[in-house]
């Protein structure tokens, strides 16, 4: 926020009396809010010193005060607002008053919604998610590299450091972007992130009301999330409930000791998320987990504390509103209290219904993942209000299915055996489907450097039932480095810094390989954006035989017919089997070549491949 919303602030000092008392207002969140939300309260969090002492008063029609919290800590004060119907737009002053002298002024700002904010239509199985990490996709703006008051200065050179990257990046290359035919970005977070070292990657929120400066301001980010949006993108903001960073300005002075879960010494989670759906889990298991921090520097926030829920939820509803976020993309998802979660997934959905918000809950079995998505018949009556959840267990299947010897219950079906437990899910479509993130080696690396067994992994992603994403850089054969660490799984974009002497986001500056998955990908993801059978088709498919698994996306109009050849050779396959889907067709085109297929009863599908038919009657 760069509005001054602070008026010059009295200091008392009242040297009359022995124990005169320093008041200083320093911050109010949420900075601001809006008018026409569907819940008339607003809870604002108000920091400074011995500000609890201080009288509280509001002028503004509609706009007033409902009750004042205060906690062991003279600095916090909490204020329940209610914003009646009809309340306009406008500034309202906070006063704070001391002994009857004036202590601070706060210049609240009540916005109009913006029309059409709710409902809104947000990321579904019609798109393709693009992953990428703010600090490692481009240095748009050097200037901001280093910033005064910030502790990690930019350092291409450590692998775990800070290396430039930023949001004018990004907007930078919002046309290669769309060429490449992605329809949503997802960022990995951008809110500031102060730490000594390892904050690049933006999970150690210092300040969950700024964009860290060294990725640009909040202004840019509304004007990045406009420019997406002007280019029929979307955009997924990468939110933390379950930790802050250690050096979160609230940490220095907590408001009660509660703030965050606190141990004797430090101990970590047990990260065993699948202890919170566990019949038969042990107290001191999922006290482990839910309380356990999730690293030195990631204190764990109680979110049981009635301020600290207020502040996380409207936190949310802040940004979605502030830059018209289109998605969600919830970390850690189930190490929180799973009762607020759903408070909180209940309240951005009743302020903005059919918004999509994706959890991270990393389990490789479909029951322990389905028990977090919202409406899940769960036996303990538990509804997450999770309306997206990451499909990890497709995702570890995908890491094996292409990589080891075919069997029973070995290779390719793998991919079937788990899609044939979606019965668990209450919306299998509307699960995130991927070969890779920020978190897990690269798929050409996990595919043994492979490129046949990246293009039939991400054909997979793209054509299998889901929201299908994909990590920066695979479409230009980025690799994880030899150490495998994390630093080396989130390398530059080459061609993203003024400095790179290659620079792979123009055709010029990739290998012949290189553009050859460059254009792999890029058809594909023009291709899908028309294919509605694609997007809400239902899935059929048929039990792996020979290496070869065969499934089809099909509706009253169009089907599509997917095959992989998990073999190192050519299979001519016969479609017999695949009849009762097959008689209604006669022909079809190859997606990837474009070439015509007029005879369906047999299909040579090359080795390690897919091959993707749009069928025609
Ligand atoms: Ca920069």
Redesign the pocket.
Known sequence: MTMKRFLPIVVLLAPFFLFAQEVKLERVEPPNWWTGFKNPEVQLMVYGKNIATTTVSVDYPGFVIKKIHKTDNPNYLFLDMTISPGTRPGLAVIQFKSKDKVAGKYLYELNERKKGSAPRKSFNASDVIYLLMPDRFS????T??NCLGMLENADRSNPDGRH???LQGITNHLDYLKDLGVTALWLNPFQENNQEKYSYHGYSITNYYLTDP?IGTNEEFAKLCTAIHKKGMKVIMDQILNHCGSNHWWMKDLPSPDWINQWPEFTRSNYRAGTVSDPYVSTADSNLYVRGWFDKTMPDLNQRNPYLKQYLIQNSIWWIEYAGLDGIRHDTHPYPFKDVMSEWGQRILEEYPGFNIVGECWMNYPSNVAYWQKDALNKDHYNSWLPSVFDFPLYDALTRAFNEPEGWNTGILRLYEILSQDMVYPDPGNLVVFADNHDVNRCLDTQNDDVRKLKMALAFVLTTRGIPQIYYGSEILMTTGADKGHGSIRKDFPGGWPSDTQNKFTAAGRTPAEQEMFDYVKNLLTWRQSSDVVHTGKLLHFIPENGIYVYFRYNAKDAVMVVLNNNEETRHLDTKRFREVLDRYHSGTDVINGGEIGDLSLLAVPSKSALIIDLRK
Not at 139 to 142: I, K
């Open positions: 240095n748009g703006d050097t901001n590299d430039g990257g930023d060294r």
